[in-house]
DNA sequence: ACCGTATTCAGCGCG
DNA sequence: TGAATACGGT
């Protein structure tokens, strides 16, 4: 057993050490978060607390894998196995596979991912005739989601008059009857959508007493990562399953909880310790990540937010370099610049690839960075694009194993019913909804026994239904007595994919089928472990299955670790997805109003301040430099549109910054958009909030200027020069003009950025 | 059943 | 702009 203190600092350790009642630690950006996490679970193994008493929540895979790494290089893998550690959904899917059977629902339940529950939601829309532009799936699911978050289950939210309200208020008052019919489906599906595996949870724990007594008293050790992004159901459950012994850590940091829009609720950290008046609170402070000029210029953003936890980082770093500033004057010479700078760095410090990231706030805005560096040679990955087991084929193969292992999943079987074809179509699924419905049946059912249903199709079509089913039940009498490798093979095979997909020679078709290909080798690895395992002496009940393997990887987002060779590479991501990593050069770029504060974040100071966490979360990424980017024209939805300078730009302390006080970045007061070097203006900081929502300014008989512009006037543009109006369409703030200009020829232009000067 | 064209819409995204 | 989906024609 190592000494594990060693590696630690005093406040570290203190925290580390306290095991026994409720504690938080807080602990700042770069100050040793995880290091904590995982060395506190090995002091209690080392301890001689048993693994299985042990509780670990995380949020992400990436975490849990991580930290079980860590903590298995402490202490061996024999204990640290054997940790109850991995993220809510799917320690609790877990918990739900062995009690669910007292809700009715199966231990091999399908968990629906969010494109099942959209699907599910449009063909209710559909079923139920409603407009789908008013009842847009995103929203209507947005709303149930947050319903289920909030533990309110489709009963209460009907008789909850101030939902019954907002939804007539919003045009939407059947939106309750939605998420009656849809949580009825998802139990004739013997299903559950990701809210569910939480709310389940929850009713589990507050239904079964003997359920509850179990679980407190198994989880002697109740650890809560990244606790300041958890929602109200994960806050209960938690506070339920620590009820009995209190021994609870939760560990985080309120300056960056950035997950509120998916309904984190950043309150959850604020009042832990009026939740438990005995906690005892450890604050780590100390960065050891970032400069001293990153930290300060940090911990000066973050200062204008109101609602936060008082703490102090400092860091005993190198003052370091000043913060880059780069302004450019359109979006595309924004990535000219950026990997301008990059390759510039690389050349004078000798640099790899891997030392540096460009991180955005939207997906949309990766481009342009994508071409500049492209153009220059330099290597670099996206992050964040569309990951393994969302891709179409691999959902589809998945598909026909969810159906196998449990053949009421409906959206499986809708997936994979007539694919490849084999002439089961659209209006004949659309009768065994129908007769389904009517029965209150799963379409299984009715596929596997039309008659009964007395179903109104063809005979010929009756008959590949019955091929069709045969299929699945042999593939489902086969799940425990062939291993899952085999019956994957088989099911790949004979479902027809292979075949379908071998034949598109297309280099798309291709990489589809290269991708089957690699999940029956995830399959093979997954079913050879347990030879490993036997070989190890471990007791190996069964063989490893195909249900085995999709409980496995029901939950997994990611398939990252396939390709771990060529890691030298300039990354590209999201701010959200760079929360937890570190680079030692970060590029920051798009930092202009009404995207950085995104123009949705504007109407509320709450969601302002979880913009500006946002950027503190950025900001703190960097170790050795940061460079800030902006661009006074962008292109938005197909047209170049002015920007101006974020305000968060001016939260950074001038001596931070490499420019001088008089090339500060541009105010765009409104009153002329050229020349004159001194932009800065005492005014800015105070701007309201109110200010900023143009839209508003724009609404018709608010503002007449734009109106006034008529098909055929000539007219000046500040960038384009003189041209001619060849239409108008839109109202208000969507008004737009079709320009031909003499330079640059014909450009669409919104009319409340355009700016336009009238000539005759 | 399938394909090309029209239309629409646009935030960050864990599991 | 461009991706995703709906629709209408063959």
């Not at 602990?27 to 002091?43: D, E, M, N, W």
């Not at 790494?69 to 959904?89: C, K, P, S, Y």
């Not at 039309?450 to 590949?464: E, N």
């Not at 994957?488 to 034949?503: N, R, T, W």
Request: charged share 25%.
């Amino acid at each position: 057993m190592k000494n594990i203190f060693q590696d630690l600092n005093k406040e570290q350790r203190v925290a580390v050490e306290h095991t026994d009642g409720p504690s938080m630690v807080i602990a700042g950006a770069g100050s040793g978060k995880t290091r904590v996490l995982t060395y506190k679970v090995a002091h209690l193994l080392n301890q001689g607390v048993d693994p299985f008493n042990i509780l670990a929540l995380t949020f992400t895979n990436k975490a849990a894998r991580e930290m079980k790494e860590r903590i298995i290089q402490l202490v061996g893998t024999g204990d640290a196995r054997n940790v109850w550690m991995g993220t809510f959904h799917s320690i609790f899917a877990r918990i739900l596979r062995i009690e669910g059977h007292r809700l009715g629902y199966g231990s091999n339940f399908s968990i629906y991912d969010t494109e099942d529950s959209k699907r599910l939601i449009n063909n209710i829309i559909k079923e139920q005739n409603l407009d789908k532009k008013v009842y847009a799936p995103n929203y209507v699911l947005g709303r149930i989601s947050g319903a289920k978050i909030n533990l309110m289950d489709d009963k209460q939210y009907n008789e909850n008059f101030e939902i019954i309200q907002a939804d007539k208020m919003a045009g939407k008052p059947r939106i309750g009857e939605i998420y009656t019919i849809y949580n009825k489906r998802l139990q004739s599906a013997d299903a559950m959508d990701f809210d569910d595996l939480l709310f389940n949870t929850y009713i589990l724990l507050e239904n079964f007493p003997d359920v509850l007594h179990k679980y407190q008293h198994k989880f002697h050790y109740v650890l809560v990562d990244e606790y300041q992004d958890t929602n109200h159901v994960q806050y209960m459950i938690i506070r339920k399953l620590a009820a009995a012994n209190e021994n609870i850590c939760v560990v985080g940091d309120d300056a960056q909880s950035i997950y509120g829009f998916r309904g984190a609720n950043i309150q959850n950290i604020l009042s832990f310790q009026r939740d438990y008046p005995d906690t005892i609170v450890f604050k780590l402070e100390q960065n050891y990540r970032s400069t001293k000029t990153i930290v300060s210029a940090a911990n000066g953003i973050i200062v204008n937010n109101k609602e936060q936890i008082f703490k102090e980082i400092w860091t005993n770093n190198d003052a370091g370099n000043k913060i880059g500033l780069l302004r450019a004057p359109t979006d595309s010479e924004e990535g000219n610049m950026v990997a301008g700078s990059i390759f510039e760095h690389m050349m004078n410090n000798q640099l790899p690839y891997s030392a540096f990231a460009i991180l955005y706030r939207t997906n949309a805005q990766s481009r342009a960075f994508e071409e500049a560096l492209r153009r220059r040679n330099i290597k670099y990955r996206i992050y964040g694009g569309l990951s393994f087991y969302k891709r179409k084929e691999i959902k589809d193969l998945l598909a026909y194993f969810r159906l196998a292992i449990n053949n009421r999943d409906e959206e499986s079987l809708q997936r994979v019913i007539n694919y490849p074809a084999r002439g089961i179509g659209k209006t004949s699924m659309e009768n065994v909804v129908i007769a389904a419905n009517a029965a209150g049946v799963s379409l299984w059912e009715v596929v596997s026994d039309p008659k009964k249903y007395s179903l109104q199709v063809h005979g010929g079509i009756i008959s590949r239904m019955g091929s069709f089913t045969t299929m699945i039940k042999s593939f489902s009498a086969q799940l425990k007595s062939r291993d899952a490798y085999d019956l994957a093979k088989h099911i790949a095979s004979s479902s027809g994919i292979l075949k379908d997909l071998y034949e598109d020679k297309t280099p798309e078709g291709v990489s589809r089928y290269e991708n089957i290909e690699e999940l029956l080798n995830a399959v093979k690895d997954f079913t050879d472990q347990s030879i490993a395992d036997q070989e190890s002496g471990e007791v190996q009940e069964d063989l490893k299955t195909l249900d085995g393997f999709m409980a496995d990887i029901a939950l997994l987002t990611d398939a990252d670790d396939k390709d771990k060779e060529d890691t030298n590479h300039v990354s590209l991501m999201t701010i959200h997805a760079a929360k937890g990593l570190e680079f030692p050069y970060v590029f920051v770029v798009g930092l202009e109003e009404n995207l950085f504060p995104s123009m949705m974040s504007l109407n509320s100071r709450e969601d302002l301040e979880e913009e500006r966490r946002l950027f503190y979360v950025a900001v703190t990424r960097a170790m050795k430099q940061l460079t800030l980017s902006y661009a006074d024209n962008r292109y938005k939805w197909g047209l170049l549109s002015p920007s101006e300078a974020s305000r968060f730009l001016e939260e950074i302390n001038e001596n931070f910054l490499e420019r001088p006080m008089h090339s500060r970045p541009k105010v765009n007061t409104g009153l002329k958009s050229t020349g004159s070097s001194g932009g800065f203006t005492p005014s800015f900081g105070k701007r309201t909030l109110k200010k900023i929502n143009k839209t508003e300014l724009s609404q018709p008989g608010y503002d007449t200027r734009e109106d006034d512009i008529q098909t055929g006037m000539e007219v000046e543009h500040q960038r384009f020069g003189k041209g001619k109006v060849v239409s108008i369409e839109g109202y208000g703030g969507n008004r737009k003009a079709t320009v031909f200009f003499q330079k640059v020829g014909q450009k669409q232009l919104l009319l409340k950025f355009a700016r336009l000067k009238v000539l005759k």
